[in-house]
């Protein structure tokens, strides 16, 4: 029971952080790039990747270890597939800002201005990630009910 409830609850605090920071990311990456907002953008990055980190590994534990319910009750569910079907997504898309922000990390640390053209694009994509995480999270409210269960 105990368990149980832990896992549930980091899963929970993992969507709503990952949402904040993704969310705040997106937000930072429209400038100015100046030495306080680079430091707001990559925390927020940073939260991001925590939030990921307790997400898959708490959603991963409680799939695998049949602490909720059995795998077969959601390998089953067509929602539970539209939830990981956004999860993937987020992944995919997650390439590119990740790859950027460690590079401008680095030029950062250097003392190399960061070249900011590329910060649009990352902002959009961290937009489409947000509205990935409400789909998420509507998927798993919907799964919690019975919605998408093999009768």
Same mark, same amino acid.
């Given at each position: 029971?105990?368990?149980?409830?832990?896992?549930?609850?980091?899963?929970?605090?993992?969507?709503? *952080?990952?949402?904040?920071?993704?969310? #705040?990311?997106?937000?930072?990456?429209?400038?100015?790039? !100046?030495?306080?907002?680079?430091?707001?953008?990559?925390? %927020? !990055? %940073?939260?991001?990747?925590? &939030?990921?980190?307790?997400?898959?590994?708490?959603?991963?534990?409680?799939?695998?270890?049949?602490?909720?319910?059995? &795998? #077969? =009750? =959601?390998?089953d569910n067509h929602v539970f597939w539209l939830k990981m079907s956004?999860?993937?997504?987020?992944?995919?898309?997650?390439?590119?800002?990740?790859?950027?922000? *460690?590079?401008?990390?680095?030029? +950062?640390?250097?003392?190399?201005?960061? !070249?900011?053209?590329?910060?649009? +694009?990352?902002?959009? *994509?961290? =937009?489409?990630?947000?509205?990935?995480?409400?789909?998420?999270?509507?998927?798993?409210? %919907?799964? &919690?009910?019975? *919605?998408?269960?093999?009768?």
């Amino acid at each position: 029971m105990t368990a149980r409830w832990l896992l549930a609850m980091v899963h929970l605090l993992a969507l709503g *952080i990952g949402l904040g920071s993704v969310w #705040a990311r997106a937000r930072s990456l429209r400038g100015p790039f !100046d030495q306080g907002n680079l430091r707001r953008l990559f925390a %927020a !990055d %940073a939260w991001w990747g925590i &939030a990921a980190i307790l997400w898959i590994g708490s959603g991963l534990w409680r799939l695998l270890a049949g602490v909720e319910k059995p &795998a #077969a =009750y =959601y390998l089953d569910n067509h929602v539970f597939w539209l939830k990981m079907s956004a999860l993937v997504a987020v992944l995919l898309l997650e390439i590119i800002p990740m790859l950027t922000l *460690i590079r401008w990390r680095v030029e +950062t640390r250097r003392g190399i201005p960061v !070249d900011a053209r590329r910060a649009p +694009t990352l902002a959009s *994509i961290s =937009y489409a990630q947000a509205v990935l995480v409400i789909i998420m999270v509507a998927a798993a409210s %919907a799964m &919690a009910r019975g *919605i998408g269960a093999a009768r």
